[in-house]
């Protein structure tokens, strides 16, 4: 087994929701089983080892808790995640008693970094390609529970040939090396002309803009143009890692300075191929970090000036903030020197509400995207939709957009995404009144079947709020469902 997990057991009785987290844990490299109810995954559980199960808290048999339980018993040393929408610190303490996590459907962002860091052991690793020795990012320390995180594997650097050939057999948003920037508006054509116009410098680049605007696409944009692109391009989070966790794990355990890492190739640059660097959330860098960075500036500096000094380095700097930095420096919470390196070239990502007529070729975009990643036959999005998203101001901007229409891909049965597949807020922000004529209405038992969707749906499938909503009980709601289904079927 490596250190990833790789047979995750999946219990929950929303199919929608289990599917979905089953499809992104595919993508992922895992390998899920799923369950729609706890007696079905203790069946699977006695025939099967697992790394981890993912269990919901409200269940029709057994729930979550004694899930949980009774799988343990049967496997002892199985890792154990509780999810669920009706979370309270009675809960919470309950699961830290059975050594299990916890996560808020609500707060499924913070479930998948904790999954795409979790190991068989319990740490956080390094997210590897197939193939790639421990050396690259771990050094020869003593085990340590936070790793830095490289998300896909053409992040990792890469040979010439090896580059050439991801270019030209991949497919898919995740593989491919060449980024593509959506967008035709004056804003979007400012921003592809100053990429196209500092990506062959050999000079660091600060990239400015609110959360979601695409910061991390305009740096690779950045590095595809660069002359040593058939490096590697790594994301560096200054949030997630204090200043003793980078030097340990991103300079290496005998190296405690940047530059002198990357020039020894140390830590994990010990591959011997360099890198384009992208500090993300600069404005979070300790002081001491901070400090370290203006000194790789500077050396980089000498080695434009005599490359016999620094043989062997070559290493780009970029940096993304979403904070005003300017203002940073004047409270004395970031060194002006540095910031000063950092906008020699300063590229600003406009937010999504200032340039709307981009947001229908975005959706569009997306919706390619993950109708081909999930196989779904579903093939337009209704002018309805588009008009509710183009009126949306999108305080996440692009990453929202692009989580509404993934969401809204997963939830479609039929060829068409339509108003109803869009998450609560678009249904109560837009709400319009139809013109309707007799024939437009039906019997009182379909208008019933309409309204208990429209409301499951409003609560993301959580049957429990759904019941409370409507004013019924769960197992009333669980024996209409069946009911439907059958009838549907029939």
């Given at each position: 087994?490596?250190?990833?997990?790789?047979?995750?057991?999946?219990?929950?009785?929303?199919?929608?929701?289990?599917?979905?987290?089953?499809?992104?844990?595919?993508?992922?490299?895992?390998?899920?089983?799923?369950?729609?109810?706890?007696?079905?995954?203790?069946?699977?559980?006695?025939?099967?080892?697992?790394?981890?199960?993912?269990?919901?808290?409200?269940?029709?048999?057994?729930?979550?808790?004694?899930?949980?339980?009774?799988?343990?018993?049967?496997?002892?040393?199985?890792?154990?995640?509780?999810?669920?929408?009706?979370?309270?610190?009675?809960?919470?303490?309950?699961?830290?008693?059975?050594?299990?996590?916890?996560?808020?459907?609500?707060?499924?962002?913070?479930?998948?970094?904790?999954?795409?860091?979790?190991?068989?052991?319990?740490?956080?690793?390094?997210i590897r390609p197939v193939g790639m020795s421990k050396s690259a990012g771990e050094g020869a320390g003593p085990t340590t529970s936070r790793q830095i995180e490289i998300p896909s594997h053409h992040d990792y650097p890469v040979g010439v040939h090896e580059a050439n050939a991801n270019a030209s057999g991949s497919s898919g948003p995740?593989?491919?090396?060449?980024?593509?920037?959506?967008?035709?508006?004056?804003?979007?054509?400012?921003?592809?002309?100053?990429?196209?116009?500092?990506?062959?410098?050999?000079?660091?680049?600060?990239?400015?803009?609110?959360?979601?605007?695409?910061?991390?696409?305009?740096?690779?944009?950045?590095?595809?143009?660069?002359?040593?692109?058939?490096?590697?391009?790594?994301?560096?989070?200054?949030?997630?890692?204090?200043?003793?966790?980078?030097?340990?794990?991103?300079?290496?355990?005998?190296?405690?300075?940047?530059?002198?890492?990357?020039?020894?190739?140390?830590g994990i640059f010990s591959r011997g191929v360099l890198w384009t660097l992208l500090f993300d959330h600069v404005e979070q860098m300790s002081m001491v970090f901070q400090q370290q960075l203006l000194q790789l500036l500077e050396k980089s500096d000498i080695r434009k000036e005599d490359q016999s000094q620094t043989a062997g380095m070559?290493?780009?700097?970029?940096?993304?903030?979403?904070?005003?930095?300017?203002?940073?420096?004047?409270?004395?919470?970031?060194?002006?020197?540095?910031?000063?390196?950092?906008?020699?070239?300063?590229?600003?990502?406009?937010?999504?509400?200032?340039?709307?007529?981009?947001?229908?070729?975005?959706?569009?975009?997306?919706?390619?995207?993950?109708?081909?990643?999930?196989?779904?036959?579903?093939?337009?999005?209704?002018?309805?939709?588009?008009?509710?998203?183009?009126?949306?101001?999108?305080?996440?901007?692009?990453?929202?957009?692009?989580?509404?229409?993934?969401?809204?891909?997963?939830?479609?049965?039929?060829?068409?995404?339509?108003?109803?597949?869009?998450?609560?807020?678009?249904?109560?922000?837009?709400?319009?009144?139809?013109?309707?004529?007799?024939?437009?209405?039906?019997?009182?038992?379909?208008l019933e079947t309409r309204y208990i969707f429209e409301v499951l749906e409003a609560t993301h499938g959580n049957k429990s709020r759904a019941a409370e909503i409507l004013g019924i009980s769960r197992a009333a709601l669980w024996r209409k469902l069946k009911q439907y289904k059958a009838e549907s079927s029939s």
């Amino acid at each position: 087994m490596t250190d990833q997990i790789k047979k995750v057991l999946l219990v929950d009785d929303e199919e929608k929701l289990l599917e979905s987290i089953a499809q992104r844990l595919r993508l992922l490299g895992f390998d899920p089983t799923t369950a729609t109810n706890g007696l079905a995954a203790l069946d699977l559980a006695r025939e099967n080892p697992f790394d981890l199960a993912i269990v919901d808290l409200q269940m029709p048999d057994l729930n979550g808790l004694i899930t949980i339980t009774k799988l343990k018993e049967i496997q002892p040393g199985l890792k154990t995640i509780l999810l669920t929408g009706h979370g309270n610190d009675k809960v919470k303490q309950t699961t830290e008693s059975l050594s299990t996590f916890y996560f808020e459907k609500d707060e499924m962002a913070e479930f998948w970094r904790f999954i795409k860091r979790l190991n068989s052991g319990g740490h956080e690793v390094v997210i590897r390609p197939v193939g790639m020795s421990k050396s690259a990012g771990e050094g020869a320390g003593p085990t340590t529970s936070r790793q830095i995180e490289i998300p896909s594997h053409h992040d990792y650097p890469v040979g010439v040939h090896e580059a050439n050939a991801n270019a030209s057999g991949s497919s898919g948003p995740e593989s491919s090396l060449q980024p593509i920037i959506v967008g035709e508006t004056s804003p979007m054509r400012r921003v592809r002309k100053t990429i196209e116009r500092i990506a062959p410098l050999d000079c660091p680049v600060l990239l400015s803009g609110e959360p979601g605007t695409g910061k991390e696409l305009a740096a690779r944009a950045i590095h595809t143009g660069y002359a040593h692109s058939h490096f590697g391009f790594l994301p560096i989070d200054c949030t997630a890692f204090d200043n003793e966790k980078i030097v340990a794990q991103l300079l290496g355990y005998s190296v405690g300075n940047l530059y002198e890492a990357i020039v020894t190739r140390s830590g994990i640059f010990s591959r011997g191929v360099l890198w384009t660097l992208l500090f993300d959330h600069v404005e979070q860098m300790s002081m001491v970090f901070q400090q370290q960075l203006l000194q790789l500036l500077e050396k980089s500096d000498i080695r434009k000036e005599d490359q016999s000094q620094t043989a062997g380095m070559s290493v780009r700097v970029l940096a993304a903030t979403e904070a005003d930095l300017e203002s940073q420096t004047r409270k004395g919470a970031f060194k002006q020197e540095l910031y000063d390196r950092l906008k020699v070239f300063k590229l600003i990502l406009p937010p999504l509400r200032e340039r709307k007529d981009d947001i229908a070729p975005l959706s569009r975009y997306f919706f390619d995207q993950y109708r081909t990643r999930f196989n779904k036959n579903v093939y337009t999005i209704s002018p309805d939709v588009e008009e509710i998203l183009i009126n949306y101001d999108f305080p996440g901007n692009v990453r929202e957009l692009e989580h509404i229409i993934e969401r809204a891909v997963i939830l479609v049965e039929g060829d068409t995404i339509e108003r109803k597949h869009l998450p609560a807020r678009f249904l109560e922000a837009f709400k319009s009144t139809p013109v309707v004529s007799p024939a437009d209405y039906v019997s009182l038992s379909e208008l019933e079947t309409r309204y208990i969707f429209e409301v499951l749906e409003a609560t993301h499938g959580n049957k429990s709020r759904a019941a409370e909503i409507l004013g019924i009980s769960r197992a009333a709601l669980w024996r209409k469902l069946k009911q439907y289904k059958a009838e549907s079927s029939s």
